[in-house]
């Protein structure tokens, strides 16, 4: 139930039709595929490995599936933007250009699962509800980096896969552009192994700004700190 587009440099593919499966569909090679498709019945991952996967106006990605660009793979919404679905999980470590709307029950998770990355978007919009999802190993964990702005609203989850070994301040989302909304737009999500107290907290006085985790203390299981 796997498949790939291999396209080569300076081809332009355009697929009009419906994408389905729970497959993988890898993108590699230098060439751009054009969605103007749906995917509603696509519930698999699509991995952007090389070229550009771009999203036409009237193409829609919403699905209970994963995009994944990764190394100089780059997924361009820059057409109309893109609003994560329900289920739909945002991953990777390549580059996504223009807006990218989250809210409840999508998940961003720079790197994929187990791995600690960096993940640049154009801009970002949190309405409530989404789930940022991230790695600590050793020294290094998972960052959003957002040239533009970052516009949050409601709450949106901070889900920690492992305790950082150190109390410290450790960097979530770079911001180029304008940092919007407040710390109370963010909540740490408990685990079940608690051991320390995470708060959140912004640094607008950076260049870029920042949103960081303050990480202290010991901790409790039960305790929940925002």
């Known amino acids: ?5 291999d396209i080569a ?3 332009i593919l355009t697929n009009a039709e419906a994408l389905a499966g729970s497959g993988t569909l890898t993108l590699t090679n230098a060439g751009m595929l054009v969605h103007s498709g ?3 019945n696509f519930t698999g991952t699509l991995s952007v490995s090389g ?9 829609s990605l919403a699905g209970s599936n994963t995009i994944s660009p990764t190394g100089a793979g780059i997924f361009d919404v820059t057409a109309a933007g893109i609003t994560l679905a ?5 991953a990777g470590s390549g580059t996504v250009l223009g807006t990218v709307t989250a809210g409840t029950g999508s998940q961003i998770s720079p790197g994929g ?5 960096n993940l640049p978007i154009g801009a970002l919009t949190l309405s409530g509800g989404a789930t940022m999802v991230y790695d600590f190993t050793g020294t290094t964990n998972d960052v959003v980096v957002v040239s533009g702005n970052l516009s949050p609203s409601g709450v949106t989850s901070i889900r920690i896969v492992n305790v950082p070994a150190n109390n410290g301040t ?4 770079t911001v180029g552009g304008t940092l919007g909304g407040a710390p109370a737009n963010f909540s740490v999500a408990a685990l079940s192994t608690r051991t320390k107290n995470f708060s959140i907290k912004y640094d607008q006085a950076s260049t870029p700004h ?13 305790n929940l700190v925002w």
Do not use: D, E, K, P
Not at 86 to 90: D, E, H, P
């Open 9 to 11: 440099s300076g081809i």
């Open 86 to 90: 329900n289920g739909q999980t945002l």
């Open 210 to 222: 920042r949103v960081l985790l303050i990480v202290s203390g010991n901790g409790s299981s039960g």
């Open 51 to 59: 070229g550009t996967l771009a999203l036409a106006a009237g193409g």
């Open 113 to 117: 699962t187990g791995v600690a990355a």
């Open 38 to 40: 749906v995917a509603t």
């Open 1 to 5: 139930n796997n498949g790939w587009f």
């Open 170 to 173: 450790y960097t979530l989302i």
